[in-house]
């Protein structure tokens, strides 16, 4: 796996073919639960992401 950083305030579109090889969606359940709040803190790490919130 490569990591690909982009600075958006200087980044412009590109097509995903033309980043990626492979694009996979995930779906993801909305419930009242499940759903973020007011988010405080947004963490990548090598394999996870974490997001923090105050709900």
Known sequence: ???L???PSTARGAAAS???DEV???PLE???ESLF???SQFVVT???YIVYDYD
Do not use: A, C, E, H
């Open 46 to 48: 090598d394999g996870n």
């Open 5 to 7: 950083r982009l600075d």
């Open 24 to 26: 996979k969606f995930i």
């Open 30 to 32: 909305t419930t009242k």
């Open 37 to 39: 709040g007011s988010i």
């Open 18 to 20: 033309q980043v990626f």
């Open 1 to 3: 796996m490569k990591t």
